[in-house]
Every structure is written in structure tokens, then in C-alpha cells.
């Protein structure tokens, strides 16, 4: 293989290499048919012919990749379409490798944006044809809120980590939304087994791989807060009534 970076960057490459490019005379080549003479990479090693495949897909030019000999008796013509199969092999390889970067990149930043969340994000893969469903992933506020660590609950059912779920509702939930599609709210709703006791409320919706997405967050605190100042309130309440019948007691007195 020859390396034509410079060539395909407009730069100081071999100039047989910048010549092919430059006319897409792709195949075997001989220097009879481009004008070589100029070219002291030909001349260094007495080039006779040449193979030159272009490493593309889609129009993207990733490279060349190039066989030269010296020998005119030696032919390259059985070489053509295995170097043809070659290249095309590398270019896919180009390809794959890109996705996969760019894959791993979207990934990361989903991961950097998931985990500065506030709320819970919990996203799970049905199972046994939506009678239960299975951790793909979890947030790190949903580890705090639920007290568990994602690596020991990916790939686990949601009904072992949370056997209250389904009196929690939230099972039903999920199913309808798997089989349907369709987004739903679960209002402020306690959960509570051995292990985990708080109020939650839920946004679950499907993904187009067919990933359950489950955003939530934790409302004790708020419902405990609420629960104080109503009873507060009562205590008001009764302190007035109190206070208002003691009035009316002296008054009669």
C-alpha cells in the first residue's frame, strides 16, 4: 500500500498517485498511458505498472491504496480484483469505525446530560411479552433516589428491584405504554415495600427502539412538607374554634 494523504489534501504526494486521482483512471495502469516521467517515485523504483483503487464509499474518499512493480514481466492484472475487494473491505472499515465513534460520542453526551438531571431517569427493555420489564439503564439521581446502584440492576426485572410495583401502578403503566405507544403521567403515588418507602411521580413514554423511558422524581419531602402545614392548619382551625367558644362562654357569663 501507498500512502496518499498529501495527494488527496491537494499537497506533495507521489505524483502518479495525484495523477490518478486526478483523472479517476481507477485499475491497472500503466506509465504509458499517464505521463510519469515527472513523477520520482516512478522513476526512484522504475515503476512498470501500477494497481490503484480508491478506499471510497458514498463519495467520500477515505485513501488509496496502490501496488507497484518494476518488473514488466511480472502482471498485475490477476491482482485488480483482489485489490479491488481489498479496498473496498477498507473503506467499509473507514466507515464502521466513524459510526462507531460518532456512536460513542452521541453516548457520552447522553450519558454527561442524563446524569446532570435532577430527576430519576430509569430506561427499561420488555420482557416475556410485556409481562415484566428489565433495566437498560439508570441516572445517577435515580441510584439516590431509589437507593441502588446501576450496575447491579441492569439486565435485572423492574418486579425483583421493586416487587411493590404493581400495587405501585406503575407496571400497568408501563404496559399500556409499551403496547400502545402513547405517553402517560402518573400522578403522585406512594411507593412502598420492605426496602424503599416514598411518594413519586412518574412520566413514562416508548422510544423508537421500543425502550421504555421512565422520568421521575422524588416527592416525600414536598408531600411531608404539605402533610405539616395542613395539619398545622387544623390545629389552627381548632385553636380558633377553641378560642371563639371561650368567648362566647364569658360572654354569656
Known amino acids: ?51 490503484i483503487f480508491p478506499i471510497i464509499h458514498k463519495d467520500q474518499l477515505y485513501g488509496i491504496l496502490a501496488r507497484c512493480m518494476n518488473d514488466a514481466s511480472i502482471s498485475l492484472e490477476n491482482d485488480i480484483e483482489l485489490m479491488e475487494e481489498i479496498a473496498n473491505d477498507i473503506a467499509f472499515a473507514y466507515v464502521k469505525y466513524e ?41 445517577r439521581s435515580g441510584e439516590h433516589i431509589d ?54 411521580e412518574n412520566y413514562i413514554c416508548k422510544l423508537e427502539s421500543g425502550e421504555i423511558v421512565v422520568i421521575y422524581d422524588d416527592m416525600t419531602e414536598k408531600k411531608k412538607a404539605q402533610e405539616r402545614e395542613l395539619f398545622h392548619r387544623k390545629q389552627l382551625m381548632e385553636a380558633n374554634k377553641l378560642a371563639s367558644l371561650g368567648i362566647l362562654v364569658s360572654g354569656i357569663a
Open 1 to 51: 500500500p501507498v500512502a496518499g494523504d498529501k495527494c488527496l489534501n491537494g499537497g506533495s504526494g507521489p505524483l502518479c498517485i495525484a495523477e490518478v486521482i486526478r483523472t479517476k483512471k481507477w485499475g491497472l495502469t500503466f506509465p504509458s498511458e499517464i505521463d510519469f516521467h515527472h513523477c520520482e517515485t516512478c522513476r526512484c523504483h522504475e515503476c512498470q505498472n501500477i494497481v
Open 147 to 200: 437507593k441502588v446502584n446501576r450496575d447491579d440492576i441492569v439486565g435485572k426485572k423492574i418486579t425483583n428491584i421493586f416487587p411493590a410495583i404493581e400495587e405501585f401502578g406503575l407496571l400497568n403503566i408501563l404496559q399500556r405504554v409499551w403496547k400502545t405507544g402513547i405517553p402517560e403521567r402518573q400522578p403522585l403515588s406512594l411507593y412502598r415495600d420492605k426496602r424503599l418507602d416514598g411518594w413519586r
Open 99 to 139: 459510526a462507531s465513534h460518532a456512536l460513542a460520542q452521541s453516548e457520552e453526551r447522553y450519558r454527561r446530560i442524563i446524569n446532570n438531571m435532577s430527576s430519576g431517569v430509569a430506561v427499561y427493555k420488555e420482557i416475556e411479552n410485556g409481562a415484566d420489564f428489565v433495566f437498560v439503564d439508570l441516572n
